[in-house]
């Protein structure tokens, strides 16, 4: 999903770029506007921030395809504070991962938000909410919230390699033929961040359930929260 | 019954937990794999055969055992904040002995 140095073109990494900035503009006044209104926000916040930035720079092997490769951990974000926070979470986990780590280049680094953090954390937290609104439990909305954050995020990321550097070869076979050789890697791995997102999401509900119905993610008469 | 349920429990973690283990010793023997992560399997390779190569990064840390050792102490420093944050979320709150105020 990390986009190396130097493989966008300028133009389309500065594209990338200004399409994310007003994410991350709109996460920061987000941020501030949670913390003034609840103070258990910024644990919370530190938490999934630790969390994201280690899910999503730690490499798993993926027997089947015999390579490794990491799940995200915006669905988890996206879902208990809000898709935008949740941008602003990953850009701080990409920005340290490229300056540090190699992981991911400084230049593509508006790919990788819009990748891992707009189109992440967006499907993550419409397909937690309306599955919610179709009456699915908390750690199944959860699982599926995991399970197409991590489908979409790469096939965003497909997108933007594919436009990238298609150059004058039609765009649709490029794109497919990149999503096509994620296929085996993230098909096991988003199962296992589904599993990740409704573990983590079902463990909050059971030791925090005021968090969740704060959040609106839980009713607020509710006593069995799963 | 408790003696019961446990047995239940026990057996249904087996049922879980050997097939999954059978499964990666399986998998994992199969030689030989390269484990290369993805983002170089497929995007570097995708972009290479499209005369895009990637570029050493800005801030380079892959020399030697430097990158090891930043993997490290950011899995160090982000489980520390994780933990840290977990237990300022669900930790317990110690209330202040009833009993002494009773003395």
Known sequence: MHISEGILPLGWATLWFALALPFVAIGCRELKKLSQVDLAMKPLVGLLAAVVFIISCMPIPVPTAGTCSHPCGTAISAVLVGPFVSVLISTVALLIQALVMAHGGLTTLGADIVSMGIVGSFTGYAVFKVLRRFGTSLGVAAFCAGVLTDWATYMTTSLELASGIRGSEPFLPLFTKIMIAFIPTQLPLGLLEGAMTAGMVTLLARKRPDLLVRMRLLPNTSCSPL | ?103
């Open chain 2, 1 to 103: 019954m408790p003696d019961r349920k446990r047995r239940l429990k026990i057996l249904i973690l087996h049922m879980i937990l050997l097939p999954t283990l059978i499964y990666t010793v399986f998998f994992f023997s199969l030689a030989p794999k390269p484990w290369t992560g993805v983002d170089e399997a497929v995007v570097e390779k995708v972009a290479r055969e499209h005369g895009r190569e990637a570029r050493p990064p800005l801030v380079a840390t892959d020399k030697g055992d430097l990158l090891l050792f930043i993997f490290l102490l950011a899995g160090a420093v982000g489980g520390f904040a994780g933990g840290y944050y977990w237990r300022m979320l669900v930790g317990e709150k110690k209330t202040p002995p009833q009993d002494k105020k009773a003395e």
